[in-house]
């Protein structure tokens, strides 16, 4: 079981470019996030998906759309890439969006140049 | 709006000693706390939990206390080893079922 796994681990892209991110959980999670983390401003919340068929927004969408087509798969676009997308973004699922906690995958930093 | 404020952005123990690190929240309407643990190079690591309806939760060598009169959150790691050297993160569950996180406490300990 390998829990959650995101790809790639790194990646150089040069501004104007399209990128997916890609994460997979295998625990049957309903719920899907993701985060960017950038120095000094801990995690913030992207985007989310509380079930299969359903996302939202969270606290900084802009530049990055998602989609959740099954349970396991919960892709990152950025459509255009921009320097300020520079960043470490981490995909999290969690049984539901309720009280339980999140479990991380291991992040895919991104530098756009 | 929903906020986490951390009390200290660094700390720096003994190894052997308690390690104390404190989280503040603004919203009184919030029902879940967690911290978690981050090394360098990894995703966040889930350290324990708890619900609004208790002030306090014991896992193995840590403690976490949770005083809703004044929004604060605390983290206690009893007898921090090396291996205990990282980044602490408190959260709440925010509105969306998010986790709002705070900014991080780095903690390192000394041999």
Same mark, same amino acid.
Request: include cysteine; proline fraction near 4%; charge should be positive.
């Given at each position: 079981i390998a829990g959650i %796994?995101?790809?790639? !681990?790194?990646?150089?892209?040069?501004?104007?470019? &399209?990128? !997916?991110? &890609?994460? %997979?959980?295998?625990? &049957?999670?309903?719920?899907?996030?993701?985060? &960017?983390?950038?120095?000094?401003?801990?995690?913030?919340?992207?985007?989310?998906?509380? %079930?299969?068929g359903t996302t939202g927004k969270g606290e900084v969408p802009d530049g990055y759309s998602v989609s959740r087509a099954n349970t396991d798969d919960f892709p990152l676009t950025l459509a255009s890439a921009v320097p300020s997308q520079t960043s470490v973004y981490f995909c999290a699922s969690s049984p539901s969006g309720g009280l339980y906690e999140q479990y991380f995958g291991p992040g895919t930093r991104l530098t756009v140049t | 709006g929903e906020s #986490?404020? @951390?009390? @200290?952005?660094?700390?720096? #123990?003994q190894e052997g000693d308690n390690s104390i690190i404190n989280c503040?929240?603004?919203n009184s309407a919030s029902d879940y706390f967690i911290w978690y643990k981050q090394e360098s190079g990894k995703g966040p690591q889930f350290i324990i939990d708890i619900r609004s309806n208790m002030d306090k939760r014991q896992g193995q060598r840590v403690t976490v206390l949770l005083n809703k009169t004044v929004k604060h959150l605390s983290l206690q790691i009893a007898a921090t080893q090396p291996g205990d050297s990282a980044v602490y993160f408190c959260a709440i569950r925010g509105s969306?079922?998010? @986790?709002?996180?705070?900014?991080?406490?780095? @903690?390192? #300990?000394?041999?």
């Open positions: %796994t995101q790809a790639p !681990t790194s990646q150089i892209l040069a501004a104007g470019r &399209r990128m !997916t991110l &890609r994460c %997979t959980q295998d625990m &049957r999670h309903n719920a899907m996030y993701w985060y &960017r983390q950038d120095l000094g401003l801990g995690l913030r919340l992207i985007h989310y998906s509380n %079930t299969a | #986490v404020g @951390l009390h @200290l952005p660094t700390l720096s #123990v503040a929240y603004s969306q079922g998010n @986790l709002i996180f705070g900014k991080g406490t780095k @903690l390192s #300990v000394k041999p």
